[in-house]
Each structure stands twice: as structure tokens, then as C-alpha cells.
């Protein structure tokens, strides 16, 4: 079966300092990834792709070690406004017509 | 922008109903998927759909039943609703040149009484 497993926290961090969250997934065949940030009651929203060389969008940046099979999502610089459930995302091994396998996210509390 | 819209927020049922739930997303996308979420359970893929009038389950397809019968529409259908299907229910589409990120509509929630 294929599993993508993340620590559901809660995490509980002061605003402005670093936070980091590691995500495994099972599917040596995955060739996409992705982190969501989803709000209470909300949809889950796109919050950056994750690429094998890693990559970076202003405060956050994504890592991808395909060894070992994890992903890593570390943000800066916290705010309030970050508070929310990160949901590690990763492809099938099909090239994603059969849909994405979703961690049960992790939950931030930015505290002010 | 993306735009999926799913054709109720909130909605409350009668067990043995039947229930239609409506999605439409505007950017052409050739995928389709409904999936529920429940605390602790995560998102779970019910059905999806690669093409007009293609469907395919899956991890929980049980009790229901999808439709896409044109490009930018899928329907969910509970064909007798229980209690056990009270949940939040979301709409997603995606496009293999967006890689298959996948965008989601604002979701559905429903309660079975």
C-alpha cells in the first residue's frame, strides 16, 4: 500500500522563528511532490511543488532526498498567518492520473 | 486562476436519500476527483476521472456512484445516504501539463441524519 506518513503534530512555535517538517512516502516509483496548506474548514491549497534539486518560495523552501524517501518543508521567519495543516503530497507511480496520495498533514500553531 | 466550484457547502440529508453532489472546474483539466475527509482519517480518494465518461474508484468507492458526462463536470451520487457518510466532501481537477498538482474546490459538507 502506498503510504505517505507525516508527525501530526500539533507543532506550537513562536512567531519569527524556523520550523521544519519532514514528510516519508513508501512509493519508490513517486515522481511528483508537493506540499498543500489547508485552513480549518477549507480546502487544501497548493502551497509549492517540490523538486529534486530543491526549491524555494520566499520564506519557505522545499527539500526532496529520493534515497531516503522524504520531503522536507522549513519555513522562516514565522507568522501568525501561517498557522494552518501542511499536507505532504505525493504522486503514483502511474504519472498521476490515478490522483495523489496525501499525508494527514501536520498542525502549526504560530504563537504570537 | 483555477476555478472549482462544488454546487452546495452545506448540506443535511435523511438516511436512504439519494444525493447529488455537482462539481465544475473552468480551466479544461482532463482529471476529475472526489474525495472525502474525515478527522484523523485524512483525504481519501473515493473515484476519479481521466476523460468524459470515464471513472475509475478508488480507495473507498463503496455507496457510491460518479458521472461526468462532459469535460468540466463530475457528479458524486449517494444512492441511499447513511449516517456513516456524513463528511466533508472535495472536489479536485488537474491537468497533466500542471504536472498533476491538483486544485480544489471549496467542498461539501455533509450531514446524514
Known amino acids: 500500500r502506498k503510504e505517505v506518513e507525516q508527525d501530526p503534530g500539533p507543532f506550537n512555535v513562536p512567531e519569527g522563528a524556523t520550523v521544519a517538517f519532514n514528510c516519508t512516502y513508501s512509493?519508490?516509483?513517486?515522481?511528483?511532490f508537493f506540499w498543500y496548506r489547508q485552513d480549518c474548514r477549507k480546502e487544501p491549497k497548493l502551497l509549492m511543488s517540490v523538486y529534486s534539486s530543491g526549491n524555494e518560495d520566499g520564506r519557505f523552501t522545499a527539500q526532496l532526498n529520493r534515497a531516503s524517501q522524504y520531503i522536507s518543508l522549513l519555513i522562516r521567519d514565522s507568522k501568525l498567518s501561517d498557522s494552518a495543516t501542511y499536507l505532504c503530497?505525493?504522486?503514483?507511480?502511474?504519472?498521476?492520473?490515478?490522483?495523489?496520495?496525501f499525508g494527514k498533514g501536520t498542525h502549526l500553531i504560530i504563537q504570537p | 486562476d483555477v476555478k472549482v466550484t462544488q454546487s452546495s457547502r452545506y448540506l443535511v440529508k435523511r438516511t436512504g436519500e439519494k444525493v447529488f453532489l455537482e462539481c465544475v472546474q473552468d480551466?479544461?483539466?482532463?482529471?476529475m476527483f472526489w474525495y472525502r475527509q474525515d478527522p484523523g482519517l485524512g483525504l481519501r480518494l473515493i473515484y476519479f476521472?481521466?476523460?468524459?465518461?470515464?471513472?475509475e474508484k478508488g480507495d473507498i468507492p463503496e455507496g457510491y456512484s460518479v458521472s461526468r458526462e462532459k469535460k468540466e463536470r463530475f457528479s458524486l451520487i449517494l444512492e441511499s445516504a447513511s449516517t456513516n457518510q456524513t463528511s466533508m466532501y472535495l472536489c479536485a481537477s488537474s491537468s497533466p501539463a500542471g504536472f498533476y498538482e491538483q486544485y480544489f474546490g471549496p467542498g461539501t459538507r455533509l450531514t446524514v441524519t
Open positions: 480551466m479544461d483539466h482532463e482529471n
Open positions: 476521472s481521466y476523460d468524459v465518461k470515464m471513472k
Open positions: 512509493n519508490s516509483a513517486s515522481q511528483s
Open positions: 503530497v505525493v504522486n503514483g507511480a502511474g504519472g498521476g492520473a490515478d490522483g495523489l496520495t
